[in-house]
């Protein structure tokens, strides 16, 4: 059984730029696995959605790439775009793991992990392996969260969607009020169809300047756009909250809480969110979750249940602060490898630590970080 | 004559921001000078003109929006929108000034600049002021560089155009091939129009990550989009330098340096760029000038002429460093003002120094500022 000081689970935007930002700090003894290929969930994406958060090449100033895993790269200037799909975002993770040379096993499912005495046991599909840490990057987008809608399995979640590239004459239902819900909202309205989104709570009402709580900035301009021009067919109810889907001869129909129904032929899309995918791997619990099924974490990002194994990527809360967007959520691969050289005694190089630093992606302060705003 | 300590020309987006800056210092003693309204040049953009660097509310995680003049503020936010027109943008310049009461003389034009011993002496439309301290924030879009054209005075400068909403059977000649001559293509040829742009160098030629060299992505995404429709009658001519505009029955003539000419019955619109604006102030030299018209300064960003008479804003330029993008000229303002306190005896706060520090507008290391990608 090959033995490892650190595994990291899931080859996306956290589990490649973590590998990278160890290879700069010269620990090297590491493997990568991950069930599919490099960015396997942005490969799932829809291939009408793009990246909410834009790509600009402010590198140099201090500012890397909102999207950049690692601070002197860039979709940006990889794509000569500023908001990617999903498969060209894959190709930048696989182009940062071309250029560090990360150890990656692809196309092995973790089956089970198992805690010892001197750290876990990760059986795979494709072998067992041991490690000392482990850094759980598991990821969001394939685990929809169908909230506890009854019949949810008669809808179709936004992650399973090819593509909002279709034409009907038939009215499309959305459950949910959020970027997802927005995404398809204005594809399915820009080719012509009447869409009826019903939400609980619509993101465009919440006006916190953190794009984490309220809707980004391009989502709001697409909305305003199809709002604002009477040639697109869309109905925007609030304050429905969806219990039940069943199907009937005519088609899809939804239970709403207070009673009222609506109807499609088509399956209702389930803009309902996502939950992080290390719900799905087996063995003992690897964290305790809150009643959100946001994995519970110490102030190191380390589990609650477990020593040695910590979470990073887009499920990672601490307190207040959300780290839902990849320009949250690399500011903490860097403490978490000074606490990990920290528990060795490790030495690392102060000049690494600096860069990172001065990119603003070592974020070592957890009481710094809301989003306000005078103007 | 009323005296300031500090007087600052112009009230755009350096004016504004560095004004901001003192009052966050705790420096109170000054006043700005506005020859029309706050933020001018851009209630003077072509309408169809949008910002080329995106906003966003990164706000809070040391990455202030690209376009706010001070930490604390965010375009995006403001508008709900990732690339503002130039009134909007002017419209969030007048929100920062109201929110900072910022001393702001309006409908001031300034007629000559006289240094005195203690300081300087300015004369304007509504009289006389005298300072110490002289921060020329002159900006660039109002003072075309029609580069040596004979008869550019029969084209029609980027900077003149009201609006490239128009449709015309004739087609269209646009002379650059840099971020205004790509914007002025690419909403002439949305709208059907034949379009041809002759260019000595085409902008999307250079692969440099610095956006000050190569085009932005907004622009390739834009300029993609409409060379991969065959629906799009556009055509680029590199090689070609303008030397002579003249009239003719038919319309306009453009000859070019290797002999060749073009005809439209359309004003050629000349995408030649802009020159600071402090070129058109009376009285004494403020600022020797290199080859391209920029103004020359020591490493405080000081006039090599004038004593205690500073350049901030997009025309600095220091070794390598471009600082044309608001998110890079505004790094200068609080060394700045540190320089002006220091040579006053001033003692500034040091968390207000921390504060820029901490949200990367403090640049005070010219050596770092390289713009490289990896990928």
Excluded at 57 to 67: M, Q, R
Excluded at 143 to 169: C, R, T, W
Excluded at 279 to 284: A, F, P, Q, R
């Amino acid at each position: 059984m090959k033995h490892y000081q650190i595994i990291i689970i899931g080859a996306g935007a956290a589990g490649i730029g973590f590998g990278a930002a160890l290879k700069r700090y010269d620990i090297n003894d590491f493997l990568i696995l991950e069930q599919g290929t490099v960015g396997d969930s942005f490969l799932k994406w829809p291939r009408t959605t793009q990246f909410i958060t834009p790509s600009f090449t402010t590198n140099g100033f201090g500012f890397p790439d909102i999207n950049a895993v690692v601070p002197n790269t860039s979709p940006a200037f990889s794509f000569n775009k500023e908001h990617l799909s999903g498969p060209e975002y894959a190709h930048y993770l696989s182009l940062v793991a071309k250029n560090d040379n990360l150890p990656i096993q692809t196309n092995t499912q973790v089956l089970t992990i198992q805690r010892h005495p001197k750290g876990y046991q990760v059986k795979t599909s494709q072998g067992d392996f041991s490690c000392r840490y482990l850094i759980m990057a598991t990821g969001e987008f394939q685990l929809p969260n169908n909230q506890g809608i009854k019949g949810a399995e008669l809808g179709m979640h936004y992650g399973q969607v090819d593509s909002f590239n279709v034409k009907s004459e038939d009215p499309f239902i959305i459950i949910g009020g959020n970027e997802s819900a927005c995404d398809a909202l204005t594809h399915l309205a820009y080719l012509g169809n009447e869409v009826h989104l019903f939400t609980d709570s619509f993101g465009k009402r919440k006006t916190a300047a953190d794009p984490s709580i309220s809707l980004s900035p391009i989502t709001q301009e697409r909305l305003k756009h199809i709002q604002d021009n009477p040639n697109y067919h869309i109905h925007i109810t609030e304050g429905k909250h969806a219990q039940e889907i069943h199907q009937t001869e005519k088609g899809y129909q939804v239970i709403f809480q207070d009673g009222s129904t609506a109807y499609s032929h088509h399956k209702p899309i389930l803009a309902t969110g996502f939950l992080n995918t290390c719900h799905l791997i087996g063995g003992e619990a690897i964290f305790d979750y809150n009643q959100d099924g946001i994995p519970l974490v110490t102030e190191n990002d380390e589990s609650t249940l477990n020593p040695n194994c910590f979470l990073i990527g887009p499920s990672l809360r601490q307190k207040n602060t959300i780290f839902c967007y990849i320009y949250k959520f690399r500011q903490r691969f860097s403490p978490l490898i000074t606490e990990i050289a920290s528990r060795e005694g490790w030495q690392l190089d102060p000049d690494i630590l600096e860069f990172y630093r001065a990119n603003q992606m070592h974020l070592d302060r957890l009481d710094c970080c809301e989003v306000t705003c005078d103007c």
